[in-house]
Structure formats: C-alpha cells, structure tokens
C-alpha cells in the first residue's frame, strides 16, 4: 500500500524538478545570446576604438603666417609735405614715444603752436602708433590678433574720458579695416577737436591721433577738416607700413647688383690706369731715346779720327740700350 503512493510522490518530484528546470535552461540561454550579442559587440567596438586614435593623433594645422614681419621708423612715416599740413610749425623729426620691443611697437608724435599774437593762437598735436602681431600656435594668427586690436583701440578710444559727442564711423578705401572716431574734450577754457583714425593692414595696426584747438580766443578748427588729414595720416602710415616689408627683399636684391656696377667702375678704371702708365712710360722712353740720339750726335761732333770712331760706337751703344725701354 505505502510503496505506490511513494512511487507517486517520487514521480511527482521528479516533473516539478524538470518543470524548474526548464526556466534555468531559458535563462541560460537568454544570457549566451546576450553574450553572443556583446562578443559581436566587442568585435565592433575596436575597430571603433581604433579609429578614435586617429582622430586623436591628427596633428592641429599650421597657424597662418604673419604678413609682415617688421615696422618702419615711425617718425618716418609722414611725408615732409603731411607734416607741414597738419603741424606746420612742427619739428620734422619729431619724439618718439619709448619702446620696449621696436620690431613689434613704436610710436612718434608732432605739435604745433601757430601764435597769431593777440588774435590768439592754433593748436595742433599729431601721433602716429605701429603695431605688429606675429602669428602665434597658442594665441592665434597674426592677422586675428591685430583684428582684437583694431577692436579694442576703437572701443578704447570711445570710452575717452570726458570725451562729448562721440561718434564713430568705418571708412573705405584704407587697409583692410578703418574706423574714424571723434570727440570734443573740453581743457580750461579751450575745446580740442579730437580725431582718433585706426586702420589694419594685415598683422599690423595703425592708430592716428590728431588733435587741434584755438587758443586765447582764437576760432575753433573745423572737425571735418582735421578727419580728413587724420585719415590723410593713416593712409601714408599704412602704405610705410607695407613698403617697409616689399622694400626688405628689394633692397637686398639691389645691394647684389650695386657691387657688379662698383667692380665693373673699378675694372673700367684699372685698364684706364693700365694704359695712362704704358703711355708715360712710352713718352719716358721715347725721351730717353732721344736724349741719348742727342748724346751721340755730340759725342759724333766732338770726337776726331780713330777716338772720334770709338767715341760714335759707345754713342751707338748708348742708343741702342735705350730702345728696348721705348718698347716697353
């Protein structure tokens, strides 16, 4: 009796144990074919990886070179006649401003006190300021640089200090960027019309100050004459600036060529010597010789019967050791 109801139970665990097993074995196989997936998976992934690493090991591209590389004298920008025009009784030569670094910044400055004595006096102050950016992996190319520059110049001069009517304005036609600003400032009792012209050209930035006033009563220059010799100014600067850098290269193709001129002059010179001496000595010669012909002559003269003979002989010899020298 007791055996067929163990043999049930015994059946009984048996099914529940098979029916367990059957998630088990699904479970198992969910995660081989997850682990299927994410070996196709890893397979793709290095081969993502690896072109990562190129991307990275690309090298970053060569900063663009700067345009210029040197600036001119900046008391030598201006023309005789600009000065004349915009500070007549100016210095030509005029002050230049101190520089740590000439090669990258400088500076020059005029003014000019025209005193018309009782009728008071005008006043003009002019300064020409050069600045060069060189091209720079870390801060940028030369040209962005001076663009930040021609940026900050303009906004610095706008921001003058009891500067009234300010106005800003772009003008055409110099380098590559121009602005024209200008303010009255108001000193004692006098009013100066400031113009502030600053144009790039490449890696370099021009800034033109200029400035004038009537003093002791005398009339206020007009504004819309001094911008046109501000900008006048910054349009000479600028073409110095450009000049200063085409002039280098031409300048040392030039000295090459002066020195074959110079060795030609000498050469030239040299046979002109050669043959001013080979006639002298020619001439030197040819008087010798005739000296010596006189010689015998008188030797020929003065001589009688067999010592007359012996004198002409040593006369003959005397004149034939002369003619080789002729020759020469």
């Known amino acids: 009796m007791h055996r067929p109801a163990q043999r049930q139970r015994q059946r009984l665990s048996r099914i529940l144990i098979s029916a367990a097993a059957v998630p088990v074995i699904l479970v198992a196989s969910g995660c081989s074919s997850d682990s299927g997936s ?11 990886k690896a072109s990562a690493p190129k991307k990275a090991g690309q090298e970053t591209p060569a900063v ?8 001119p004298e900046p008391c030598e920008v201006l023309s005789k006649k600009t000065l004349q025009d915009l500070v007549p009784e100016a210095e030509d030569k005029g002050k230049a401003g101190t520089s740590t670094d000439t090669a990258l910044r400088g500076s020059c400055s005029w003014d000019s006190l025209d005193n018309n004595g009782v009728d008071g006096s ?38 003058t200090k009891d500067a009234k009517g300010v106005k800003a304005e772009p003008v055409q036609g110099v380098g590559e960027q121009a602005t024209l600003v200008r303010y009255d400032l108001k000193k004692d009792k006098d009013t100066f019309k400031q113009q502030t012209f600053v144009t790039r050209v490449e890696n370099a930035v021009i800034t033109v100050d200029y400035n004038g006033a009537g ?3 005398d009339k206020t220059p007009d504004a819309g004459d001094l911008s046109k010799d501000a900008q006048k100014a910054a349009k000479e600067a600028a073409a110095a600036v450009v000049s200063a850098n085409e002039g280098g290269g031409k300048a040392s193709s030039g000295s090459s060529e002066k020195p074959k001129a110079d060795d030609s002059k000498k050469t030239d010179d040299s046979k002109k010597a050669d043959d001013s001496k080979k006639a002298d ?26 010592s007359s003979s012996d004198d002409s002989s040593s006369g003959d010899s005397k004149s034939d050791s002369s003619k080789p020298k002729s020759k020469s």
């Open 38 to 48: 994410g070996s196709d998976g890893a397979k793709k992934e290095p081969g993502a």
């Open 64 to 71: 663009e070179e700067a345009a210029y590389g040197k600036l």
């Open 122 to 159: 005008q006043f003009r102050w002019l300064r020409v300021s050069l600045m060069r950016f060189d091209s720079d992996a870390s801060l940028g190319s030369g040209a962005k640089r001076a663009q930040d520059n021609f940026a900050k110049q303009v906004a610095d001069a706008q921001a």
């Open 215 to 217: 003093l002791a009563g």
């Open 281 to 306: 000595d020619s001439k030197k010669g040819d008087a010798k010789s005739d000296t010596s012909k006189s010689d015998s002559a008188k030797a020929d003269d003065s001589s009688s019967g067999d």
